[in-house]
């Protein structure tokens, strides 16, 4: 979604913002902004497409910024933030929604709109608001007036900065005297890891080396936690894009989403034992590692069942008391699975990457696949990471951590192998999917979810239609969609005799088939081979991360912002 950033502090703000711009791009790149407190001042600057067509001119010792991924409003300069009030006395960047914007357009009927967005009535809402309160009171009643979600920074004329969020992350770096507000931590690192997380319906002012939150009318004190996440790793690192280096991280951060705390995994285990049923979801990507999470636990007698979190919420009035909610994401802010999670009163065990996320806070207890930062847009590192986890639980479950974490490492030798040994089969495949512009993956069981995945990374980074489904489907109607050269890949990880048996199916149609396995059949235009391995699904995944980053940039495609989409989706 969007990224917003805000500092003030003993710097020049300019560099703040436009160093911070650059690390929250990957959550939205339609358009981009910054407002500067250039006393007396506020100058802002807009521009269509990247953060770097910002200039950033001006000079000052506070300033926002903002990256957008549009809701309200199309992809013009107009629309991108900061947005001020008439005056241009308040600028306010802002990531979510505001539901009721129609409704105070109208009952702000005096003042001057420049854009469609929904963000605009809060600079001219709190600036009527300012013009009969203190600052305080005036946020305090402005806050009471929005609905929806929202994480905003804005700068006053008279020198204060500001931050208020609802069912949006936002987060305080602090420096000493300096401090910021993000979106997420990543644009402050390099300064300080140093966080505080503002809970809902906090508001804070920022006055010269003074930070005061409140909360209800009431001043109150949050915590200062440390963030042990480097600024290193936040950087491309040589590779060419985040991306690139986020897929050659894997054969690391697998092994380090095994090294949890024994306690943690114990405790995790018991909660599924203890729970009647365990319901697992996410989206997207997480969602396909719910699923497989879900197949995990029923190996080992849990009932569990496995649901993308946009359409759990309609069945979460089914879940009882007594139930198990395991809540997957990378980035613990998808709107669609916090939503999901307010609607259920069960126990929420989370797995997730990003700490102090808006999940992990909102859950009784929380596994950490310790990632790193994942930046590219589509999901690499996360996902292989996710499963190891889950699969470590489900070992967990079965009284075998031992034996689950020596597995899993074992899996995470290989990894480097299975890179090199495709590397050119790869090459060759992505060259041959420049002249095909749709494709099919099936597979079975755990291979379905990897159908999936691998569909989903292709689709998002090459723009090539591309659809998955359990094998046994095909002949149930998508096979009328097959004709001469329509490339179907296949997954052969479980019950490979029928999974072959359906590609054969499309192949005596005319297909091409691409298989991944332990072994090369006839039937096979190209092959991706992988080795024997009790987690091979971890394993399989990779060649078709960089298959489908190689068939993007052949494509002229910037695989770590793929067109319309953004990082971290915290709107429903
Ligand atoms: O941060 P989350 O794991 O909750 O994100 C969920 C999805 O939005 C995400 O996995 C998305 O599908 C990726 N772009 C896929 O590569």
Request: glycine share 8%.
């Given at each position: ?5 805000g ?7 300019k ?5 911070g711009?650059?690390?929250?791009e ?6 981009a ?5 250039a006393?007396p ?13 910002l200039?950033h001119n001006?000079n000052g ?7 957008r991924w ?29 539901e009721n914007?129609?409704e105070?357009?109208?009952?702000l ?12 009535v ?5 600036k009527k608001?300012?013009?009969?309160k203190?600052l305080e009171?005036?946020?305090k009643?402005?806050?009471?007036e929005?609905k929806?979600s929202?994480a905003?920074t ?8 500001i931050?208020?969020r609802k ?6 770096g602090?420096?000493?005297?300096s401090?910021?507000?993000?979106s ?9 890891n ?9 508001y ?10 409140f909360?209800s ?12 996440w480097?600024a290193?790793?936040a ?8 991306m ?7 054969p ?7 090294f949890q705390d024994?306690?943690?995994i114990?405790?995790a ?6 729970a009647k ?26 009932e ?9 919420e309609?069945?979460?009035s089914?879940?009882d008391?007594?139930?198990l909610?395991?809540?997957v ?7 669609d ?15 997730t990457?990003?700490v102090?996320?808006?999940?992990a806070?909102n859950?009784?207890k929380?596994?950490y696949?310790n ?8 999901s690499t590192?996360a996902?292989?990471?996710q499963?190891?986890?889950l699969?470590l639980?489900s ?6 951590i ?6 899993l490492?074992?899996?995470?030798e290989?990894?480097?192998e299975?890179?090199?040994t495709n ?6 495949i992505?060259d041959?999917?420049?002249?095909k512009d749709?494709c ?7 291979g ?7 569909a ?11 659809e ?6 095909f002949?149930?109607g998508?096979?009328s969609l ?5 490339p179907?890949f296949?997954?052969?990880?479980d019950d490979e005799?029928n999974?072959l048996?359906n ?5 005596s149609?005319?297909?091409e088939?691409?298989g991944?396995?332990?072994t090369?059949q006839d039937v ?6 992988v080795?024997?391995d009790?987690n091979?699904?971890?394993l ?18 910037n695989p ?5 989409l953004a ?6």
């Open positions: 979604m969007c990224g917003i950033i500092y003030k502090g003993e710097e020049n703000a560099e703040k913002i436009a160093e711009l650059k690390k929250l990957y959550r939205g790149y339609d358009s902004g910054a407002a500067i407190l006393n001042s506020i100058k802002v600057e807009k521009a269509e497409g990247s953060v770097e067509n200039s001006f010792k506070a300033g926002i910024g903002h990256t549009a809701t309200h409003g199309g992809v013009n300069k107009a629309n991108a933030h900061p947005h001020t009030d008439t005056e241009g006395k308040i600028a306010v960047a802002h990531n979510g929604i505001i914007h129609s105070l357009r109208e009952k009927g005096e003042e001057k709109f420049e854009s469609e967005t929904d963000t605009e809060i600079p001219h809402l709190l608001k300012l013009s009969e203190k009171k005036a946020l009643e402005t806050l009471s929005l929806g929202y905003v804005g700068l006053i004329e008279s020198g204060e900065m931050a208020f069912d949006s992350p936002l987060v305080i602090v420096k000493e005297n401090f910021f507000v993000a997420d931590v990543m644009p402050f690192l390099e300064d300080t140093k966080a505080i997380f503002l809970k809902d319906e906090d804070a002012v920022i006055r010269d080396g003074e930070l005061k939150i909360n009318g009431k001043q109150v004190n949050r915590q200062i936690e440390e963030i042990d480097d290193g790793q950087c491309k690192n040589g590779f060419e894009h985040f690139k280096k986020e897929i050659h991280e894997q690391e951060t697998v092994k380090r989403a095994v024994r306690s943690d114990e405790e285990s018991k909660m599924i034992k203890d049923k365990v319901y697992l979801t996410g989206c997207g990507t997480a969602s396909y590692a719910a699923m497989l999470g879900a197949k995990y636990l029923r190996s080992q007698g849990i569990a069942y496995a649901e993308q979190s946009h359409e759990f309609y069945m979460a089914h879940i008391k007594d139930d909610v395991i809540a994401s990378q980035s613990g802010e998808t709107a699975l916090l939503s999901a999670l307010k609607k259920t009163d069960c126990p929420v065990l989370s797995v990457n990003v102090g996320s808006t999940l806070r859950s009784d929380t596994l696949i990632a790193g930062p994942e930046i590219g847009v589509a590192k996902f292989t990471a499963l190891t986890v699969k639980l070992y967990a479950v079965a009284g075998e031992s034996k689950g974490r020596s597995s490492l074992e899996t995470a290989k990894l480097e299975v890179i090199k590397e050119r089969e790869l090459e060759k992505s041959y999917l420049l002249e749709q099919f993956f099936i597979g079975r069981n755990k379905r979810e990897l159908a999936s995945e691998a989903l990374k292709l689709k998002e980074l090459s723009y090539i239609h591309a998955a489904f359990p094998g046994g489907e002949k149930h998508t096979l097959i004709e001469e050269g329509v179907v296949v997954f052969m990880l005799t999974s048996s590609a054969v199916e499309a192949y149609r005319g297909a088939l691409i991944c396995g332990l090369r096979f235009k190209y092959f991706i081979q080795p024997e009790d091979r699904e971890i399989e995944i990779v060649p078709f991360q960089i298959l489908a980053y190689e068939t993007s940039l052949k494509k002229g495609n770590d912002k793929p067109r319309n990082k971290s989706v915290t709107v429903k």
